[in-house]
C-alpha cells in the first residue's frame, strides 16, 4: 500500500486534484449559507485568505525565480489581474445566476477559455 503514497505518485496526485475539484466545486454552495455576506465580499475574503496562504508557500519558489519573474512583469501583471477579478466575478455570478447555472458556467467555461489562448498566444492548433 504504501508504494501508492509516495511523493512522487501520480495516485497521490490524482487525489490532489480530486480534492481540490470538490473543494472548489463547492464554494458557490458554501457561499449560499452567509446570504449576509455579499458576493464581492466573499469573493475578496477568498481571494485574501487564500492569495496569502499561497503567497507564503510559495515564497521561497519566488525568490529563486526573482529574475525570471523581474523579466516577464507584464505577463505577471496581466495574470494578477485575471486573478484578481475572477473570485470576485464568480461569486457575483453564483448570486445573480444561482449556484448550479453560475458553477456550470464558471468551471465550464474554463476548458474553452484556456484552449482559445493556446491557440491566439501559442499558436497551437485546437485539438479535441
Not at 503514497?5 to 486534484?17: C, N, Q, R, Y
Not at 496569502?52 to 510559495?58: M, V
Not at 470576485?88 to 453560475?102: D, E, K, P, R
Amino acid at each position: 500500500m504504501t508504494k501508492y503514497l509516495t511523493p512522487d505518485s501520480s495516485f497521490l496526485g490524482t487525489l490532489a486534484v480530486l480534492g481540490s475539484a470538490a473543494l472548489w466545486g463547492t464554494t458557490g454552495t458554501a457561499a449560499t449559507f452567509a446570504p449576509e455576506v455579499g458576493p464581492l465580499a466573499m469573493g475578496a475574503a477568498a481571494l485574501g485568505i487564500g492569495g496569502l496562504l499561497q503567497a507564503l508557500i510559495a515564497l521561497p519558489a519566488l525568490y529563486r525565480a526573482r529574475a525570471a519573474l523581474r523579466a516577464n512583469i507584464g505577463t505577471i501583471i496581466t495574470g494578477a489581474i485575471g486573478v484578481f477579478i475572477y473570485p470576485l466575478a464568480f461569486y457575483s455570478s453564483m448570486h445573480l445566476a444561482g449556484v448550479a447555472i453560475g458553477t456550470v458556467v464558471s468551471l465550464g467555461s474554463a476548458p474553452i477559455a484556456s484552449g482559445l489562448l493556446e491557440r491566439i498566444i501559442e499558436k497551437q492548433k485546437l485539438s479535441r
